[in-house]
């Protein structure tokens, strides 16, 4: 059967011809019917058809691969047994064979003979059927049925030639539902279409393009373009840009507007439509050339989208992103323009903004801080670190004092208060900490602080220090068994000085007289002006044994004697006079009482040294007196 098939097709339709163009043409003719051949045989090997040969009744001769393919049998399973209508829609073949008996006015059975018929009858058939495979599934082909004729043209079978319509279908399908969404878009209210003719004048007008426009249909088919109906301006400034882009002069009018589709390129703009009443609103464009089947154009048809909605809220992004920048500016503001050093850290303590205050403070720059540990920056990173974890427990923090340490080592004191600070879902975000600088307040302090407690003339702890010192000695002479020794000393014959030379003079020698008691003893221990020209020395740690510690307070005694009892050399220049030199001789009178374990109070100490110097007073001045408890 292959033979005969191509053999048919090979010489079935040969031509002949007496002249030589004839013999030209009848060599064309059977180039070109051996090229169908070759064709025909493709086909018929090709897996992609599935070519389907019978007898005149019906039976499968023939069973190709494709078919094998297509159909899930394999040619034995139905060569000589089955035909074409066993493996097709029996409703379709129902329906064909009423269909073609209707049309040939000839009965026709819903059989194999519905699939041949018309080719029997010499009437070339194509259509569309569904096959039924082996297992049952269906599938769409289209199937091209030729009678098989013995040379003298009796029909001796038909070759059904099938290809696998699905993809088609399914094209379809999808044309189908596009065509639907046209529709859609062309019925909608929220589209405004409007086709043009060639020329652009407008041919139809959608219910969307009235809403939207404001004009009935009538207003403006064949009348205008929707050029008419543009913003001059943009139509002009559009044509400039085209001009400038596609490099050619396009006039700015209803060109302006399609040019770009009717050069096939693919057109949406945003433009400007103005409305019957005058009103205008953005729109989008989207421009398509509508052609007819040789591809000529015809019209136009523009799809617009009113705009107004995304400008508006484009526009209310825009001003919400200017307020919020106004915002973020207002608050940038409030934090540099802070006296304080501010700064926020992270919950662990990591530095995540500062202020210009807090890069002074550290002599850092804001990049340098950003991202750092908060506590580097302080003498006490311990403290400053335990500041963070009490800001997170206790949610504030007030007049914590930390010392700031710059990186040129410069230490300023800050009070920090600082509090944690929360996203809007009320989640943790970190803290933000206000270091004031208190170095005024602390001088100011450490001012009052020296004022009670040291004497303003010569520098010495006061009265009211050498009380707390005295009670501290004697707690440590108490706890190390270590004898220590109170002095009372008081200036002989001072008052005369102060009389003849003037108060300041006087002030002079309590000066030098402080300088020399201090230089007189260690360091650790104290000298104190008790008031007026009495001066007290505790000396520390002294000796566990009395006699050594006696010994050793006699001996600083003395020594502090000898150096009040070298002469004076007090100079002093008074406002618009020459410096002027007083020499002065004073000695002292000192009364010593050592001490260790004593149940007596500091005031007792304090009584008995006095005595022991008003002793030495007594005795005669510029001398020595130990304390002598009555028994
Ligand atoms: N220049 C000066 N004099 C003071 C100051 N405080 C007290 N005086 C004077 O110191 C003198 C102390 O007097 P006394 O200790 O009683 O007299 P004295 O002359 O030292 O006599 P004796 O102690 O008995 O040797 C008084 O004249 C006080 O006015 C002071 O701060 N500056």
């Avoid at 078919?67 to 097709?88: C, F, H, Q």
């Avoid at 409305?275 to 089947?293: H, I, M, Q």
């Avoid at 974890?389 to 949610?395: A, C, I, R, T």
Wanted: glycine share 6%; proline share 3%; aromatic share 6%.
């Amino acid at each position: 059967m292959p033979t005969e098939i191509c053999d048919r097709a090979i010489v079935a339709p040969a031509a002949s011809g007496a002249d030589a163009a004839e013999n030209i043409s009848e060599v064309r003719s059977q180039e070109s019917l051996l090229k169908t051949g070759a064709l025909q045989n493709a086909i018929f090997n090709s897996a992609n058809f599935s070519s389907i040969a019978t007898d005149a009744n019906g039976v499968i001769q023939i069973f190709n691969v494709g078919a094998e393919r297509m159909l899930g049998y394999a040619a034995a399973e139905v060569m000589n047994k089955i035909t074409p209508a066993d493996i097709s829609d029996p409703h379709e073949l129902v329906a064909r064979a009423s269909a073609l008996s209707i049309e040939l006015e000839t009965p026709i059975a819903p059989g194999f003979e519905a699939l041949v018929f018309k080719a029997s009858r010499g009437i070339e058939d194509i259509y569309e059927l569904t096959y039924i495979r082996k297992d049952g599934s269906r599938f769409p082909a289209v199937v091209s049925v030729t009678a098989l004729r013995d040379a003298q043209g009796s029909i001796i079978g038909y070759l059904l030639i099938g290809t696998d319509n699905t993809a088609r279908k399914q094209a379809e399908e999808a044309l189908l539902k596009a065509g639907a969404l046209q529709n859609a878009i062309f019925n909608s209210a929220n589209f405004s279409s409007i086709a043009t003719d060639a020329t652009g004048v407008i041919q139809i007008f959608n219910v969307g393009a009235e809403r939207m426009l404001g004009y009935a249909a009538t207003d403006v088919i064949n009348k205008i373009t929707p050029a008419d109906i543009s913003d001059p301006q943009e139509l002009i400034a559009r044509a400039h840009a085209l001009s400038a882009e596609l490099e050619t002069p396009i006039a700015p009018g209803f060109e302006a507007l399609v040019f770009k589709a009717s050069r096939g390129i693919e057109d949406i703009y945003e433009l400007t439509y103005i409305r019957k009443d005058g009103s205008r609103f953005p729109a989008v464009v989207s421009v398509t050339a509508l052609r007819d089947a040789p591809g000529g154009i015809i019209g136009y048809l523009l799809i617009g989208t009113d705009n107004t909605a995304r400008r508006q809220s484009e526009a209310e992004q825009k001003e919400l992103g200017q307020r919020l920048r106004d915002h973020q500016f207002y608050t940038r503001s409030l934090f540099e323009s802070n006296i304080d050093a501010l700064m926020t850290t992270d919950p662990s303590g990591i530095i995540t903004d500062v202020n210009k205050q807090m890069e002074a403070l550290t002599s850092c720059s804001r990049d340098e801080l950003i991202g750092a540990p908060f506590k580097n920056h302080f003498t006490d990173p311990e403290r400053a670190e335990a500041s963070i974890k009490l800001v997170l427990s206790k949610k504030k923090v007030t007049n914590y004092e930390l010392t700031a340490r710059a990186r040129d080592g410069r230490e300023t004191p800050v009070s920090y208060n600082a509090t944690t600070f929360h996203d809007r879902d009320r989640r943790l975000q970190g803290v933000f900490v206000a270091a004031r600088d208190i170095t005024e307040r602390k001088k100011a302090e450490s001012q009052i602080l020296n004022l009670a407690l040291y004497d303003s003339l010569t520098g010495l702890p006061n009265r009211r220090l050498l009380n707390d010192r005295l009670v501290q000695t004697m707690a440590a002479s108490k706890r190390s068994g270590h004898y220590g020794a109170l002095m009372f000393m008081d200036l002989d014959n001072f008052k005369p000085l102060n009389d003849t030379q003037g108060h300041h003079v006087g002030d002079l020698l309590l000066i030098e007289v402080a300088q020399r008691i201090s230089r007189g003893v260690r360091a650790v221990d104290v000298v104190a002006r008790f008031g007026g020209d009495e001066f007290v020395v505790i000396l520390n740690e002294l000796d566990e044994d009395k006699i050594k510690a006696t010994a050793h307070a006699a001996q600083v005694a003395e020594k502090l004697r000898a150096l009040l009892d070298k002469p004076y050399v007090l100079k002093f220049k008074q406002e618009g006079k020459t410096e002027t030199t007083v020499a002065h001789h004073c000695s002292t009178s000192i009364g010593v009482i050592v001490f260790r374990n004593h149940e007596e109070t500091q005031d007792d100490l304090l009584k008995w040294a006095d005595t022991a110097m008003y002793q030495a007073k007594e005795a005669g001045r510029n001398l020595i007196r130990f304390y002598q408890a009555k028994t």
